[in-house]
T-cell receptor, first 111, second 117 residues
Framework: DAKTTQPPSMDCAEGRAANLPCNHS???????VYWYRQIHSQGPQYIIH???NNETNEMASLIITEDRKSSTLILPHATLRDTAVYYC????????????FGAGTRLTVKP | EPEVTQTPSHQVTQMGQEVILRCVPI?????FYWYRQILGQKVEFLVS????????KSEIFDDQFSVERPDGSNFTLKIRSTKLEDSAMYFC???????????????FGPGTRLTVT
């Protein structure tokens, strides 16, 4: 039962902003939106998470719509090393809950 | 920056053999997880572990699998009798908790590639 919907693939030019969308129309009030990425066959890497406010860290920004039914991950200046599969995951707050990975979006950053 | 480590990076074993995959979670973390990823497929949750016991497991985590935290630093996944379909990348993850309950994101290790022949 997929809780998020992401486009299977996207391209982005190096140096430009990469905007990765995610739909989570059935999100519950206690669920957060998490973003991870996986570069080739490496372990998934945590990027950012949020509840309802926009969030920013050194890697990315997360924009969550007011109704919380969708979000966008923004990589402000994509580099070739940002080429990866990006996963949007909704998950209740708390350490006991596993991350349920979908197919994600394969982002290819092109020179 | 603290990180999750896993050994070995690659394990080759024959069908029917027992394997133990090892993980050292981030030192102040309290929740530990194992995931697997079959080549070309999505990352799948196997089991979570907290306070020295399994807190949740998926349907994949059958009687062939077991987990253990034998000491204060290691977290292991044992597969008792490996099958060809157990060939996959196995990722360990850990998450912590602060006084504010803030830090619940999971941090993943680099994985162990298990090849069953």
């Amino acid at each position: 039962d997929a809780k998020t919907t992401q486009p299977p693939s996207m391209d982005c030019a190096e140096g430009r902003a990469a905007n990765l969308p995610c739909n989570h129309s059935t999100i519950s009030g206690n669920e957060y939106v998490y973003w991870y990425r996986q570069i080739h066959s490496q372990g998934p890497q945590y990027i950012i998470h949020g509840l309802k406010n926009n969030e920013t860290n050194e890697m990315a920004s997360l924009i969550i719509t007011e109704d919380r039914k969708s979000s966008t991950l923004i990589l402000p200046h994509a580099t070739l090393r940002d080429t990866a599969v990006y996963y949007c995951i909704v998950r209740p707050w708390g350490g006991n809950n596993d991350m349920r990975f979908g197919a994600g979006t394969r982002l290819t950053v092109k020179p | 920056e603290p990180e999750v480590t896993q050994t070995p990076s690659h394990q080759v074993t024959q069908m029917g053999q027992e394997v133990i995959l090892r993980c050292v979670p981030i030192s102040n973390h309290l929740y530990f997880y194992w995931y697997r990823q079959i080549l070309g497929q999505k990352v799948e949750f196997l089991v979570s572990f907290y306070n020295n016991e399994i807190s949740e497991k998926s349907e994949i985590f059958d009687d062939q699998f077991s987990v253990e935290r034998p000491d204060g630093s290691n977290f292991t996944l044992k597969i008792r009798s490996t099958k060809l379909e157990d060939s996959a990348m196995y990722f360990c993850a850990s998450s912590g908790v602060s006084g504010t309950g803030k830090y619940y994101e999971q941090y993943f290790g680099p994985g162990t590639r298990l090849t069953v022949t």
